[in-house]
């Protein structure tokens, strides 16, 4: 990871906390980049609504009905969310892993950021931070924060950050200064003892591999990340198989949108039963990658 540079294609800054949605994708890789389709269906009765508001000719109606397909379609609960939910669940693995996940129908493949092992460490019996009667974990974050230079935040999911400020070594602490251990308190003495600023992040996002649902964390627990302050990195776009049809000139006769600020492309297919149109198919593609800008000053701790 280190010194490595990387081609931005299209970006847009991403930090610890990008909207978290639920979303339904299948998944392969593409040029070592997350690609994944997602389908929408407009049916014969949307299909009759909309037809019946336009002629009506009412402009209210049609803008409101208007922004209301788009929502669904692209809004933030929509396709474009879709994105957005990818980033979230790949960027939890980077920074708890240094390595991004993707099951491909049962098929993993592995995006190694090659996080080098000078910037790991993984606590073994009574170091473990569930060990609460002998952890150290103020200890661990101490010396973390002194291996590497600019850290400045801790990363780590709910469970994790309760286990830590459970810890007899934080009570005890606590009760020598004679600090009162409400929940404000608790987190205001750990950030000026470690000189970090805990960061709890408890996100969970929805997958859908095929066709079956789990729930899973952005950022799973049993995992501490030193990281510096800021952003973190970028989100990089790249042209999906679709794009590439579109700009090689093999888009012809076929409903074609490029989503705004990234090369996600959305096409319309009509589906002919017979002689009637049954539905109307609205599809997006996204290539969705993470280029994160701290692989040399973050640091990657499994405490339990």
Known sequence: ????????????????????????????????????????????????????????????????????????????NGFLASVSGMNTYTLGQLLATGVVNINDNGVKYFLDYKVENDQRETLALTTRWDQLTTAKPLDDLIRWKEMIDGVEVALMAKNTYNMMKNSDQVKELMKEQKIFPTPNNVRAFIEEYTELTIKVWDEKVKINVAGVITTVKAYPDGKVTLTPKGSYGNTEYGPTPTKTEVIMGLGAGRDITEVRGTYATLEVTPVVKGSAIVNADIVISAVVALNPTILDSMFIATVY
Request: hydrophobic share 35%; glycine share 2%; aromatic share 10%.
């Open 1 to 76: 990871a280190k010194n490595q540079e990387v081609q931005i294609i299209q970006a847009s800054t991403y930090d610890v906390d990008p909207m978290a949605r639920d979303f339904q994708t299948t998944v392969t890789l593409h040029e070592d980049k997350p690609f994944f389709r997602e389908k929408m269906s407009l049916d014969e009765k949307k299909r009759k609504d909309l037809l019946e508001v336009l002629q009506r000719n009412d402009a209210g109606e049609i803008e409101a009905y208007t922004l209301q397909i788009y929502d669904q379609f692209a809004g933030r």
